[in-house]
Structure formats: C-alpha cells, structure tokens
C-alpha cells in the first residue's frame, strides 16, 4: 500500500470515552503532521513531527495526545473530548519538516463527538 | 490579521466558463505558493504551485504578484468536474498556511 493512510475514517465518541487516530505512510517521509478541519474555518496546524520528535504544537489542548513511534507511523489519542472538537482530522506527511516537496494527506478521519 | 485570506464564494458557473479566484497573504517573507483542490469530504490534494513569472496545466493558470502580496488561479472552459473547494496555501519559514477555501461548482 502507497500513500497516507488513515483510520478510521469515521468516528463517533462520547465526552468520556478514549480513543486514537491513526496514520501510517508509505512514501519514505521524515515529517508528519495532524490537522484539524472544522467547517468555514482554515486547516489547523496541530502537532508536527520530524524523525520522531515533535516539532511543533500550535497550543492543542491536552486532551488531544500525540505520539509518533517510528517515522511511519503517528497517532492522535483522544480522551474526554468536547463536542466543538468535531472535525476531520487530516494527517500529512513530507520528506522534510515545513518542505513543500511530496507533501501528501491522508483521506482523513470525520470525527463526531456527542 | 489572517495569514492568508480567499474569498468563501461560493462561485456558481455554468459549464464553459472562465473563472478566477484570488487569495492574499500577509507576511512578505513568504516563500512559497501553493493551490490545492478539496473534494467534497476528501483529503486536500495539491493542484499546482505558483511561481512569480505565472504558470499553466491546461486549463488552469496560476499567477504570484509578490508586491501585492496575492496569488491567482484562473480556470478556462471550466468542466463540471471542476467543482470543488479551491485552497490557497502558503509557506513561511517551516509553516504551511492554509486559506479557508473557495467554493466552486460548474452547473450543466
């Protein structure tokens, strides 16, 4: 399998529940990134990752809880989330933090949290 | 002030069309420029990027005017599978910054 990977595409949680996204890239990349996509609103820079380590964290709350394992792989760990929280969440890798060459987005995950 | 700003739309257009967007920038410093196109609930995915001395795929033509701080994206003879959310993206230093999107759709 090629590209950005995403799961789940969707996802529907309780304020009290846990849960994590998932992303997984196949391109050989060095950064991945989490975004937030809300409705009438610009895509959200929220975590950016280069060789594992985190970058950049434009003030997430922490009830959104990165990790990023290897350099394929990054997850977004979710617990008592808020209903305004609803958003795709699109991951996104480059071959290099902040380099627009390659840069590719997962399908993303709908979240809906009620 | 926003980063970078686009005009929501939406454009309705009927087929054959021409039709341009515009989005501004605020910093100066701004080193690259970018359009991607967004289906409707999909992932961006770049459509082309802008250089200063303007450039063409097809039917499209992006244009950078650096002094202005604002780039265009022009679409001839629009087809119906052109309707989509246009995002306009920057980059300063490691940041990409994003537009909100312009919503277009090419009526029959």
């Known amino acids: 399998e090629t590209g950005v990977t995403q799961t789940p595409r969707h996802l529907v949680m309780g304020m009290t529940n846990k849960k994590s996204l998932k992303c997984e890239q196949h391109?050989?990349?060095?950064?991945m990134y989490w975004y937030k996509q809300s409705a009438k609103k610009p895509l959200e820079l929220m975590f950016v990752?280069?060789?594992?380590?985190?970058?950049e964290n434009n003030s997430v709350p922490s009830r959104f809880s990165p990790e990023c394992p290897n350099s394929s792989h990054l997850f977004l760990h979710l617990h008592t989330l808020q209903p305004e929280d609803s958003a795709l969440y699109l991951c996104?890798?480059?071959?290099?933090?902040?380099?627009?060459?390659?840069?590719?987005f997962g399908s993303g995950t709908r979240l809906t949290v009620v | 002030r926003k980063e970078v700003e686009q005009d929501p739309g939406p454009f309705n257009v009927p087929e054959g069309a021409t039709v341009a967007f515009n989005c501004t920038y605020s910093?100066?410093?701004?080193?690259?420029f970018f359009w991607y196109r967004q289906d409707c609930r999909k992932e961006p995915k770049l459509l082309m990027s802008?250089?200063?001395s303007g450039n063409e795929d097809g039917r499209f033509t992006a244009q950078l005017n650096r002094a202005s701080q604002y780039i265009s994206l022009l679409i001839r003879d629009s087809k119906l599978s052109d309707s989509a959310t246009y995002l306009c993206?920057?980059?300063?230093?490691?940041?990409?910054?994003f537009g909100t999107g312009t919503s277009l759709t090419v009526i029959p």
């Open positions: 391109l050989g990349h060095n950064a």
């Open positions: 802008v250089y200063s």
């Open positions: 996104a890798s480059s071959q290099v933090a902040g380099r627009a060459y390659g840069y590719t």
């Open positions: 990752y280069s060789l594992e380590e985190r970058v």
């Open positions: 993206v920057v980059t300063t230093g490691n940041q990409f910054y």
């Open positions: 910093n100066s410093a701004s080193q690259s």
